[in-house]
């Protein structure tokens, strides 16, 4: 998904400008955001020992950060309400 460093020949070229591989570099992207985010909120070090022990560490913090990014939805959601019923009130 990431375009390959130095000289390519002509299909890797064509390969890199077709829709599939430019869909999944933009995703990439996307998974990098998600993976600092999870790195800013405790994921930059893995106390749990073992494969299972990470896999586990990982799962919670993919909670975690799913529980955190409800809450700020649901904080935008209730400051939009409230201002709704501010402009009612003073109208």
Same mark, same amino acid.
């Given at each position: 998904?990431?375009?390959?460093?130095?000289?390519?020949?002509? #299909?890797? +070229?064509?390969?890199?400008?077709g829709p @599939?591989? &430019?869909?999944?570099? !933009?995703?990439? *992207? #996307? &998974?990098?955001?998600? &993976?600092? *985010? /999870?790195?800013?909120?405790? /994921?930059? @070090? +893995?106390?749990? !020992?073992?494969l299972?022990?990470?896999?586990?560490? $990982?799962?919670?913090? $993919? $909670?975690?950060?799913? $529980?955190?990014?409800?809450?700020? &939805?649901?904080?935008?959601?209730? *400051?939009e309400?409230?201002?709704?019923?501010r402009?009612?009130r %003073? %109208?």
């Amino acid at each position: 998904m990431l375009p390959k460093k130095g000289k390519r020949c002509a #299909a890797e +070229c064509e390969r890199e400008h077709g829709p @599939r591989f &430019i869909a999944q570099r !933009h995703q990439h *992207a #996307a &998974i990098e955001s998600t &993976i600092s *985010a /999870l790195e800013a909120h405790g /994921l930059d @070090r +893995c106390p749990d !020992h073992g494969l299972d022990g990470f896999r586990r560490y $990982v799962a919670l913090a $993919v $909670v975690g950060r799913n $529980v955190h990014r409800l809450g700020a &939805i649901l904080l935008t959601q209730e *400051a939009e309400a409230q201002r709704r019923r501010r402009r009612k009130r %003073a %109208a």
